[in-house]
């Protein structure tokens, strides 16, 4: 466990903002996130910095092709990150901005650092080069027609004369570095970059000539900075002050460096070989992690906003709140690994886990304690109960399991363990059926019924407690349906993961609501099964299905849309406007059954 007060720094990529984000954006945002809210319970001081990449050719790009001007085209992007990043209930501490005055004048001062080490020359260059990427290719890199093949688009021959960093310089310490088994997770992906660097690092352009929207280079104002040179220093302009000059010991009071940077496995080169090249130049201190998640795919091709086959995050957040979001991503993809997305499995992991697993099982026991015991729990859970029953032995053990989980950065691990120790609650209610019990009328009976219950209520307390991180308005709720105040939830922190916390006569809601509704309704990122069979059978067929739900966004093949597709479309962009009304009505009609059936045990 992390020493109280110890200081600990993540970040996400800045986020580049040639396009609203989508899903991809979201999944590494919401991994720090996780992170971040597991290190605060933990009592570390912690930085969680996000924020934007503003500058470059691909920027002006997409401003110009909206008739706006570029900042003017950054500061609405921007914006839309802030906004998802609220209803995703992302925590963090810094939103940097490469646009930002402070940003520019500290990429200036480490341009200046790394010029007085002798590190930059000017040359010309000649190359393939991708705008999606904002880099050259090498040829191994490009496929046979030298399309990227992230982007799936042409590169473009170009020759200029740029400004370069001595990266070959730094072989030797790269090297080092990457031997670690500590600072590229995970070994797969150390693996991979390490055997790429033995090849022999190569110098690369730090300017651009032919480009405008970016920073002046401070030695040459003909040029602008390049945007991976620029964007990198965020990490460092995010967390200072304006005028905190690029020191060790200045940066260091401020958060650096960061414990961890959290990025996507395509940019991997940039920030474990490029950035900690760049620091050594500069006198700074490096990052001590470097973890490269995998991609979200749809239709097996890595899902960007340049391919177009996004995830809408909002329409996603929007009908199913930001826990089940979280909890999904987190739990079906282990973070590292690449994984696809599919609507109904997103609902049917949710609905087992939070609906089923947790929700049902803290309604029916509170509705019971409140029916046959006034609410109050009947004994002290840290001595009611020998240290080896088995409940509190798996809690002990599962709690554990998850903080390890977090640690690494396994999060699948981690909520897994707290969801076999609630599979755990579930059985132990079902084994001991306290409703039979409080039927029965004796009073031996009645008071193993009500410890029963209590110690379900103390399992569910650890087990929210553990999976705040994750889910942190589900873990508010439970605590709020256990007659605990907003202001001892806010006070948390890992320790009451101990069993015990539930103590005699502690008073539980009196009037118990659902914590967490089933998902259902309309489909709101793909076409419902119903919708998908009308289109497949034809116009008639899809015109008939009426309210069968969403229609997938783009198709295979070239041509136009049929009729069916074109009504099925029609009918998506309806659906996804009342979606967050008709998901609250859902709710609020799930809870009024679920409490009358709670009512009737």
Known sequence: MP???????????????????????AYPTIAADVVSRYQRLAGRNVHFLTGTDEHGEKIATAAAARGLSPQAHCDAIAEEYKLLWAALDISYDHFVRTTEPKHAELVREVLRHVWDSGDI??????????????????????????????????????KEGNYFFRLSKYQKEIEELLASETFVQPVSRRNELLALTREGLRDFSISRSAVEWGIKFPQDESHTVYVWFDALNGYLSGLAPAGTPPTAEALSSHGWPASTHVIGKDILRFHAVYWPAMLLSAGLPLPQRVFGHGFLTKDGL?????????????????????????????????FGQDGDFSEARFRDVVN?????????????????????CGGAIPA???????????????????????????????FHDAIEAILLLCSKGNGYIDEVKPWALLKSGTEEDKATAALAL????????????????????????????????????????????????LKQGHATTAEPVPVFGRLDGDFVTEASPAAS?????????????????????????????????????KEAKAAKKAQVQKAQAQKAADAAALKGAAAGQ
């Open 533 to 569: 069979d009308a289109a497949a059978a034809g116009p008639a067929a899809g015109a008939a299905a009426g309210g069968a739900g969403g229609a997938k966004k783009g198709g295979k093949g070239g041509g136009g849309q049929t009729a069916a597709e074109q009504q099925l479309a």
């Open 352 to 372: 087992a886990a939070l609906a089923n697993n947790i929700g049902n099982m803290l309604n029916r026991t509170l509705a019971l304690l409140a029916k046959n």
């Open 302 to 334: 890595k899902m960007g906003k340049s391919l177009g086959n996004v995830i809408d995050p909002v329409a996603l957040v929007g009908a199913y709140g930001p826990d089940a979001v979280r909890l999904y991503f987190l739990k079906e993809i282990a």
């Open 121 to 158: 020359y000017k040359a010309d260059y000649e190359g393939w080069y991708c705008v999606g990427c904002e880099e050259y290719k090498d040829e191994k890199e490009m496929d046979d027609h030298r399309n990227c093949p992230t982007h799936r688009t042409p590169c473009s021959h170009r």
């Open 454 to 501: 209590a110690t379900v209520l103390e399992l569910l307390r650890v087990a929210a407690v553990a999976l705040m991180p994750v889910t942190p308005r589900l873990s508010k709720a439970v605590h709020m349906q256990l007659g605990f105040t907003v202001q001892q939830v806010s006070a948390l922190s890992w320790a009451d993961t101990v069993w015990g916390g």
């Open 380 to 410: 002290d859970m840290g001595s009611a109960l020998p240290s080896d029953h088995a409940l509190v032995t798996a809690a002990r053990e599962q709690v554990e399991v998850a903080r390890k989980a977090y640690e690494s950065m396994a």
């Open 3 to 25: 020493a109280s007060g110890e200081a600990f720094t993540i970040t996400t990529p800045l986020y580049y903002v040639n396009a609203a984000p989508h899903m991809g954006s």
